[in-house]
């Protein structure tokens, strides 16, 4: 059992994980939100920057990563459940994907539902890390892809061990 079934509030003792969790959109938002959790470190999610929320509906806004607020509840409309995937991960791909959360941070530029999302940042940030994964604007969609590793649109061919332990 990695973490006691809960990789949010455990954390690896290795520190080589990555966890890619969908979670309830907030004010009507029916596509929810997705986050991204490095070696245990707090989840972040890329956003509307503050006030350009309902701007983001109509285009591009300004963007934002901010941390995912403790308690905000998983989603459970994936396709196995509850919308949480863990990741295994070496030492080099986790200190790519802090890199790049680090300069998104540090360099958010825009968001767009459709073309710069929170799942696109999520399959970045994953990417940055050699796990590849298809294009989705959509959370649940995300974390249905990752948690089937016999779709052919999942490459996974570039992860050290040619699978990187997808739980």
Known sequence: MYALDNPLSYTDPLGLDVTITAYRGLRGNPAGHLGVSVNGSPAVGFNPASGWDLLALIGPVPGA??????????????ANGACQVTIHTTQDQDQAMFNYIKNRINNPGYYDMVGRSCALFGR???NAG????????????????????????????RCPTGVCGLQ
């Open 130 to 157: 050699s796990v590849k994964t298809p294009w989705t604007p959509l959370p649940r969609e995300l974390i249905n892809n990752l948690t089937n590793p016999s779709s052919p649109r999942i490459d996974l061919g």
């Open 65 to 78: 990563v901010w941390p995912i607020q403790p308690g905000r509840p998983v989603d459970t409309r994936c």
């Open 124 to 126: 970045d940030v994953l």
